[in-house]
């Protein structure tokens, strides 16, 4: 049973554009959602977390917006870099740390 | 350097052979996790364990079983039974408690069938 939902699987922006993530989630009793950003053969790092009692949190060119009442979070980058191209994965967390992953978007940014 | 150490890098398994897949943390974490991950499913949950001596399965426990002796180590072993078993993995360990902390993340073992 897929609990959080993750879109798009894929994504190739120009450098210095805007690159736009968004999951959904539907278990309530989630109540922390990073998210992860993943090189090829190493494993996820956390980039950014939000809690659900705020709306939007910014770190640099990082920006998660957080909608509770449509259950639905997005990252933004903002100018894009080729060092950004990535696998990033959204997460819900609930039951004393337990989280569950989105399916990961694959990021290519264009030189 | 405080984190999770995995290994061996990459791994390779006969038929009917059993391997296990080591994992050590240095962060004083009490739960780890372990993780599988195939190409476009993101991660699945194998196993967790938030107290020493204690664990439970995840989603895809199937064909997989774990240890928890030590605080710091948290290995996984995949039987004969995962029929399946090419994938990377991955463990993490946290604080557990309270819910709102990140899960921190080895570099994966890569398991392959000879």
């Known amino acids: 049973q897929q609990q959080v939902k993750q879109s798009p699987q894929s994504l190739i922006v120009q450098k210095g554009g805007i690159s736009i993530i968004n999951c959904a989630y539907e278990n309530t009793a989630f109540d922390y959602f990073p998210w992860y950003q993943q090189f090829p053969g190493k494993g996820p790092a956390l980039l950014i977390a939000?809690?659900?009692?705020?709306s939007e949190k910014k770190e640099g060119r990082f920006t998660i917006s957080f909608n509770k009442s449509a259950k639905q979070f997005s990252l933004h980058i903002m100018d894009s870099q080729p060092g950004d191209s990535a696998t990033y994965f959204c997460?819900?967390?609930?039951?004393?740390?337990?989280?569950?992953f989105g399916d990961g978007t694959t990021l290519t940014v264009k030189p | 350097d405080g984190g999770i150490t995995q290994s061996p890098k990459y791994l390779f398994r006969k038929e009917g052979q059993n391997v296990t897949l080591s994992c050590e943390q240095n962060l004083n974490h009490d739960a780890m996790y372990w993780y599988r991950q195939d190409p476009g499913q993101g991660l699945r949950l194998i196993y967790y364990?938030?107290?020493?001596?204690?664990?439970q399965k995840g989603d895809i426990a199937e064909g997989y079983s774990v240890s928890r002796e030590k605080k710091e180590s948290f290995p996984l072993t995949v039987t004969s039974a995962q029929k399946n078993p090419t994938a990377f993995y991955l463990c993490?360990?946290?604080?557990?408690?309270?819910?709102?902390?990140?899960?921190?993340f080895g570099d994966g073992t890569r398991l392959s069938i000879l």
């Open positions: 993490a360990s946290n604080v557990g408690n309270p819910n709102n902390q990140p899960q921190h």
């Open positions: 364990s938030q107290i020493v001596n204690d664990f």
């Open positions: 939000i809690r659900p009692d705020v």
């Open positions: 997460a819900a967390t609930y039951n004393a740390g337990k989280s569950t």
